[in-house]
């Protein structure tokens, strides 16, 4: 088997993991996209040790990107499992996604103010959700950052505001983000770079990998 379907292979089976099994009660079931890129160059000294991307880690990880991505398409109904928005705009749920589309084809000033104030309290939340990962990425900032690069390198994604972002200041991270996350289509963008990431990322660590599924044995 070649590298490049060895590769696929491991992307379908995390993400189809991630899809079918529920980590517990707390952790929403979602779709995750499909990378056919191959993954991150993960060091053995970060792969399944105590102080690097361990099975606990990952399970941080894929609650973020859970959160992240019913942020972005909704959150499934559990009788018909169709997505539901969590933002109620306009007299309709919306997710990111579908207020990125409204902000796109709507001519109505009102709309635009009033979309331009819900767009500060979606920040909010996602700076809620995204904590976890830069406390568990802080001291180690310049490791993420090269990780970060060698994304951006193979999804052709360099100019990506995350990688910007994860340049900026350690602790000022969120600031950078309030300040230059001016519209849902900036914000979408970025949760959909940080999900791509982080997937590519947990394919990397097989041996963290395989501490969380012994840990989700033993729950």
Known sequence: MSMSKRTIWWSVFVYGFILFHPLDSNLPQVEVHQHKEPPIKV??????????????????????IREV?????GTPDPATKERRGDYFFASEHH????????????????????LNVLLLDVIEDFIKIAQPFMDQARGAKPVTLQFMEEWA????????????WAKEKEGQEF?????????????????????SFLSDLIQSCPRGWQQFLELQKKK
């Open 43 to 64: 060091p053995s000294l970060v792969d399944g040790t105590p102080f690097g991307i361990n099975g606990n880690e990952i399970r941080k990880l894929i609650f973020i």
């Open 69 to 73: 991505e019913k942020m972005l398409h």
């Open 95 to 114: 997710s990111v996604a579908s207020l990125t589309n409204l902000e796109l084809n709507t001519t109505d000033h009102k709309i635009s103010k009033d």
């Open 153 to 164: 390198e193979k999804h052709n994604k360099k100019d990506s505001t995350l990688l910007n």
């Open 175 to 195: 600031d950078i983000l309030r300040q230059d996350t001016t519209s849902f289509i900036k914000l979408e963008q970025f949760c959909i770079d940080l999900v």
